[in-house]
T-cell receptor, first 113, second 112 residues
Framework: AQSVSQHNHHVILSEAASLELGCNYS??????LFWYVQYPGQHLQLLLK??????LVKGIKGFEAEFIKSKFSFNLRKPSVQWSDTAEYFC???????????FGTGTRLKVLA | NAGVTQTPKFQVLKTGQSMTLQCAQD?????MYWYRQDPGMGLRLIYY???????DKGEVPNGYNVSRLNKREFSLRLESAAPSQTSVYFC???????????FGNGTRLTVT
């Protein structure tokens, strides 16, 4: 069955620190991968997406993610976090077989000013 | 420019009561989804509709039913609410199966 794992549940960083959040998925077919962000009290918003082509994708607010097919991974990175990046981050995957859109359990990021 | 509209925003039910959560999108999207969000468990897919006229079970369908009334509307029904269904429910839509999701603002449901 299709699934998504996010191993970091809570991350605390100081401003200007670098960020990497892990995401692994289990599905062998054609997938599309996404990262969403949820700020406190709000609904999810798209950060970036991977469909095909260059495995390094850039999103909004300085975020990027790298798709490594051999590792079934799609990790999110940001070179220097800001206090305003405090939020919960979700990895998601869809596949052409079932049309299901599955999310990971999320990573709660807190950035200290 | 409403996007995805969910009603109601808040609801309190007693165990055994029924209710329907409404969702409508005005973006002419083909696919619609219902999720529940619980602390530490992320978003779990309840049901989805890949296109008008079709519905399929997601990860946690038990205790719920859905209706894709037309292309715009996708409702979620709780026939006999249970405390385990206390959660925040999000409706979402997308142009296609591999497109980004657009979310509604959520319904906070409490079952006592």
């Amino acid at each position: 069955a299709q699934s998504v794992s996010q191993h970091n549940h809570h991350v605390i960083l100081s401003e200007a620190a670098s960020l990497e959040l892990g995401c692994n998925y289990s599905y062998g077919g054609t997938v599309n991968l996404f990262w969403y962000v949820q700020y406190p009290g709000q609904h999810l918003q798209l950060l970036l997406k991977y469909f095909s082509g260059d495995p390094l994708v850039k999103g909004i607010k300085g975020f990027e993610a790298e798709f490594i097919k051999s590792k079934f991974s799609f990790n999110l990175r940001k070179p220097s976090v800001q206090w305003s990046d405090t939020a919960e981050y979700f990895c998601a995957v869809t596949n052409s077989g079932t049309y299901k859109y599955i999310f990971g359990t999320g990573t709660r990021l807190k950035v200290l000013a | 420019n409403a996007g995805v509209t969910q009603t109601p925003k808040f609801q309190v039910l007693k165990t055994g009561q029924s209710m329907t959560l409404q969702c409508a999108q005005d973006m002419n999207h083909n696919s619609m989804y219902w999720y529940r969000q619980d602390p530490g468990m992320g978003l779990r897919l309840i049901y989805y509709s890949a296109s008008e006229g079709t519905t399929d079970k997601g990860e946690v369908p038990n205790g719920y039913n859905v209706s894709r009334l037309n292309k715009r509307e996708f409702s979620l029904r709780l026939e006999s609410a249970a405390p385990s269904q206390t959660s925040v429910y999000f409706c979402a839509s997308s142009e296609a199966w591999n497109s980004p999701l657009h979310f509604g603002n959520g319904t906070r449901l409490t079952v006592t």
